[in-house]
């Protein structure tokens, strides 16, 4: 394995570990399921940017097994609820590594993965969460606003932050190794 196949390994493991750390901070949760957290995200996207979308879907899909097996409530295990809560919603964050080295791209690849995560649990609410649906309304209605009631508020976090941490941690971690 070569140095830079190390390096990123290394920096994989970290910034997954951060970002469950971060996912148990929570400013507000929703009933059934999502919340609002201390940035979670942030560094599965900065990673993402850093690495190159290969690296980050990989990163976010380990970080979405974690959320999975430890990250608190389970709610189901239909597999689409797997699929798309999971394992795809996260991995998507990578999406940001579309953008990868690109200062002028940084907050257009935290919106890249925070909508394709948004996207995930859209489809997942209209095939899973259906029934949770009020009478009369529109499951994908239903979805929509109910997963922006919580994507829509970390979104603006993540972009916070990453446009805080973006310049300085390139800067002093240099561009891919």
Request: with cysteine.
């Amino acid at each position: 394995m070569g140095r830079t196949s190390t390096r990123m390994l290394t920096e994989a493991g970290i910034m997954i570990a951060a970002a469950q750390i971060l996912s148990y901070v929570k400013i507000y949760e929703a009933p059934y399921g999502g919340s609002v957290t201390a940035g979670s995200m942030v560094p599965i996207i900065l990673f993402s940017l850093r690495w190159g979308l290969k690296s980050g879907l990989l990163a976010g899909t380990a970080y979405g097994i974690l959320q999975l097996l430890i990250g608190g409530e389970v709610y189901t295990l239909h597999i689409a609820s797997v699929l798309f809560d999971y394992l795809i919603a996260f991995g998507l964050l990578g999406l940001a590594g579309v953008f990868q080295s690109s200062t002028k791209g940084m907050l257009m690849g935290t919106c890249l993965g925070v909508f394709g995560r948004f996207i995930c649990h859209v489809i997942s609410g209209v095939v899973v969460w259906a029934s949770y649906a009020p009478e009369g309304m529109n499951p994908l209605v239903y979805s929509v606003l109910y997963n922006g009631s919580y994507l829509l508020p970390e979104l603006v976090i993540t972009m916070v932050i990453v446009r805080i941490l973006y310049k300085p941690l390139m800067k002093n971690l240099g561009q891919r190794a």
